[in-house]
Antibody, heavy 119, light 108 residues
């Protein structure tokens, strides 16, 4: 079945780095754009970043621009999010997600990986 | 950035009743690129509606979306126990993609 499985979350100090991964299965990963969306504890959803199916276009929320980098390896069916200069307000559950064809609604979500930024 | 404001913050209804949730945008959303999601506690969101009024795969016709421009709504015609959760709207007509703050649908 269609599945997205995230990993790489954990506890990190402010200013530190983490790299999230998301392995896709059950669909042709290389055909779809992908998003990262996060949710702080008890809060709503916040879009973080987008990458086009071929990696040729990327887009970021202002809150992470210059600190986070989205990338993908279509040969490994894997999406990444490199997070540098982490701040306490980056603490959240990070969801890997797949866009619906050519539109940016999201039809498939992973279970999320928790990132906690704390000293 | 398009700001989405959802109302009410909490809606308390009984099973079998009709629910109407609102999502208002700070500026017009191009092509009615608006989606609705349901999120249950401890779960990832689930896509219900995209392009303002198209039901996602497997979503029953009790769920319907409408609207254009800056005003959109989600209607659930007959509430079932599994419908009580948090609902989010999302616009993807312009960057950055933004979500509303959510409406909690609670059992009365």
């Amino acid at each position: 079945q269609v599945q997205l499985v995230e990993s790489g979350g954990g506890v990190v100090q402010p200013g530190g780095s983490l790299r999230l991964s998301c392995v896709a299965s059950g669909f042709t990963f290389s055909n779809y754009g992908m998003h990262w969306v996060r949710q702080a504890p008890g809060k709503g959803l916040e879009w973080v970043a987008y990458i086009r199916y071929d990696g040729g276009k990327k887009d970021y929320a202002d809150s992470v621009k210059g600190r986070f980098t989205i990338s993908r390896d279509n040969s490994k069916n894997t999406l990444y999010l490199q997070m540098n200069s982490l701040r306490t307000d980056d603490t959240a559950l990070y969801y890997c997600s797949k866009k619906v064809g050519i539109i940016d609604a999201i039809d498939i979500w992973g279970q999320g990986t928790l990132v906690t930024v704390s000293s | 950035e398009i700001v989405l404001t959802q109302s009410p913050g909490t809606l308390s209804l009984s099973p079998g009743e009709r629910a109407t949730l609102s999502c208002r945008a700070s500026q017009s959303i191009s092509n009615s690129y608006l989606a609705w999601y349901l999120q249950k506690p401890g779960q990832a969101p689930r896509l219900l509606i995209y392009d303002a009024s198209s039901r996602a795969t497997g979503i029953p016709d009790r769920f319907s979306g409408s609207g254009s421009g800056t005003d959109f709504s989600l209607t659930i015609s007959r509430l079932e126990p599994g419908d009580f959760a948090v609902y989010y709207c999302q616009q993807y007509g312009s960057s950055p993609i933004t979500f509303g703050q959510g409406t909690r649908l609670a059992i009365k």
